[in-house]
């Protein structure tokens, strides 16, 4: 969260560290003497000691002369106890000399100013501070003390991140959708790596927006720097992976973890947490950069539109640095986890269409080599009829055509002999070149000369003997696919 307007023009402070010495928490100082110091109002660092704090007061005629009621507005890791002109009113916590003393206050918090305390010039505030609890030293733990309209003090912040509401919604919807997608559709194991950016990115930003709905104690502030950053470490770690996994690299574990630890060892080295944030990320955009470049100057690969989606992320990092971990990012996250969805929608599209064509060339060859091999086969079938078996050799089998309790065998000269049995009892005994062309008749595909099609999507199929068997409007397609 950015630092709030100065309660002055010049942005100063003086402060009194309190040693109980010289400066002690029961009294308040003389500001003016020895030894307290001028601070700039953004250094402000109460932790691990107690400070008493004066800040000179200068507002505007106009919220002088309005009678809506103020307040003085605490956002930070501190506990304070708050005074106008020496006038005490009120307090966040119990600041104090030592952690176990010390009642932490909330992160964000408002103590009424009645508007009859302030005088019509030279206006002073004082505070005394402390922040003990935690784990985290920040560079910036006062992240404002103002003096505005009275409103919960979550108001402003919820007000500051609405604008990244609506992507947090695309965020949790994608999620789920490429989740079910990707499960459904069995797609390789870099696209789950899409879902999980979605889903990191979505956490980021509900603990980001979660100030704007809570006022939670100062100290939990610890606990949600350190999932904001490593919320960017996943997203910025996942997108590294995603590219990584798309190049032929040997050892690809090695250059995930030697990019990981480059990313940690420069974000370590690093003050701040906003900035430790987008570096995470950036760092990371930086050597998915890297590595395609790579891929463009040693093996020929094409840069793709991923690569310009990284300058551009990097472009707008640069030009939004302050404002990126807030909105920006949550949009172009989003963009880009579903355009990168669509590339891989293509590509298994892609994909699909050349597994198919490779089956029905399958397919196709199958049929080949059973017909041949039913033209060389001396397999016969058992023909049992009024005491008497026959046989009759298979590839000399025209057509079937069931009749009731029994089939008419019909072989390429014309005759017509007898089995008992079903159709569906034969079609089991003969090989694959037999085709069922209609619900009462089998066709040995490798006497068929023709196909022919009436108006009413029905049809006949015309035999090298002479014959003719029909085909139903039903079963028509998957004729015209088995013979195509």
């Known amino acids: 969260m950015a630092l709030a307007a100065p309660l002055n023009d010049t942005g100063m402070v003086r402060a009194c560290l309190v040693d109980?010495?010289?400066?002690?928490?029961?009294?308040?100082?003389?500001?003016?003497?020895?030894?307290?110091?001028?601070?700039?109002?953004?250094?402000?660092?109460?932790?691990?000691?107690?400070?008493?704090?004066?800040?000179?007061?200068?507002?505007?005629?106009?919220?002088?002369?309005?009678?809506?009621?103020?307040?003085?507005?605490?956002?930070?890791?501190?506990?304070?106890?708050?005074?106008?002109?020496?006038?005490?009113l009120g307090r966040n916590g119990e600041p104090a000399m030592t952690?176990?003393?010390?009642q932490p206050g909330l992160i964000d918090a408002v103590i009424h100013l009645p508007s009859d305390r302030l005088q019509p010039t030279n206006n002073q505030l004082q505070l005394l501070l402390s922040a003990h609890h935690g784990w985290l030293t920040l560079a910036h733990p006062i992240h404002g003390i103002t003096i505005s309209p009275y409103r919960p003090p979550t108001d402003g912040i919820l007000r500051h991140y609405w604008p990244s509401l609506l992507p947090f919604g695309v965020l949790v919807l994608g999620f789920f959708y490429l989740t079910l997608v990707t499960w459904l559709k069995r797609l390789p194991q870099q696209v789950w790596l899409l879902p999980l950016m979605a889903l990191m990115a979505?956490?980021?930003?509900?603990?980001?927006?979660?100030?704007?709905?809570?006022?939670?104690?100062?100290?939990?502030?610890?606990?949600?720097?350190?999932?904001?950053?490593?919320?960017?470490?996943?997203?910025?770690?996942?997108?590294?992976?995603?590219?990584?996994?798309?190049?032929?690299?040997?050892?690809?574990?090695?250059?995930?973890?030697?990019?990981?630890?480059?990313?940690?060892?420069?974000?370590?080295?690093?003050?701040?947490?906003?900035?430790?944030?987008?570096?995470?990320?950036?760092?990371?955009?930086?050597?998915?950069?890297?590595?395609?470049?790579?891929?463009?100057?040693?093996?020929?690969?094409?840069?793709?539109?991923?690569?310009?989606?990284?300058?551009?992320?990097v472009v707008v990092i640069f030009l939004n640095a302050y404002s990126f971990i807030d909105t920006v990012y949550y949009y172009f996250v989003a963009g880009l986890i579903f355009m990168l969805m669509a590339q891989q929608a293509k590509q298994a599209s892609q994909d699909q269409q050349l597994q198919l064509k490779y089956q029905a060339r399958a397919q196709q060859l199958q049929q080949i080599i059973e017909q041949k091999t039913l033209q060389d086969s001396t397999e016969k079938i058992e023909i049992r009829s009024a005491g008497k078996t026959e046989w009759l050799r298979v590839k000399d089998l025209a057509y079937c055509k069931g009749a009731g309790d029994y089939v008419e065998l019909v072989d390429t000269q014309g005759s017509v002999k007898l089995f008992h049995g079903s159709l569906t009892e034969l079609s089991l005994r003969l090989p694959t070149t037999f085709l069922k062309t209609h619900r009462s008749y089998l066709v040995n595909t490798t006497l068929i000369s023709a196909l022919e099609r009436s108006p009413s999507g029905a049809g006949q199929l015309c035999l090298t003997q002479g014959a003719k068997v029909p085909v139903s409007k039903r079963i028509m397609p998957q004729v015209r696919e088995q013979l195509s």
């Open 202 to 313: 979505a956490a980021q930003l509900f603990i980001e927006v979660y100030r704007g709905l809570s006022a939670y104690p100062y100290h939990w502030q610890d606990v949600r720097l350190l999932l904001i950053l490593a919320c960017s470490l996943a997203f910025g770690w996942s997108l590294l992976a995603y590219v990584l996994k798309g190049l032929p690299l040997t050892r690809r574990w090695l250059h995930g973890a030697l990019s990981a630890a480059v990313v940690l060892l420069v974000i370590a080295a690093v003050p701040g947490f906003d900035s430790k944030s987008v570096l995470a990320i950036l760092l990371s955009v930086l050597l998915a950069m890297a590595y395609l470049l790579w891929a463009r100057f040693s093996q020929g690969r094409r840069l793709g539109w991923l690569s310009l989606l990284l300058v551009l992320f």
């Open 20 to 88: 109980g010495q010289q400066v002690v928490a029961e009294e308040m100082p003389d500001f003016s003497a020895d030894p307290c110091y001028d601070q700039a109002l953004a250094r402000l660092d109460p932790q691990h000691q107690l400070l008493w704090v004066a800040i000179d007061v200068t507002l505007d005629p106009q919220t002088l002369a309005s009678q809506a009621p103020l307040g003085v507005f605490i956002s930070g890791k501190a506990s304070a106890q708050v005074w106008l002109n020496g006038q005490f």
């Open 99 to 102: 952690a176990e003393a010390e």
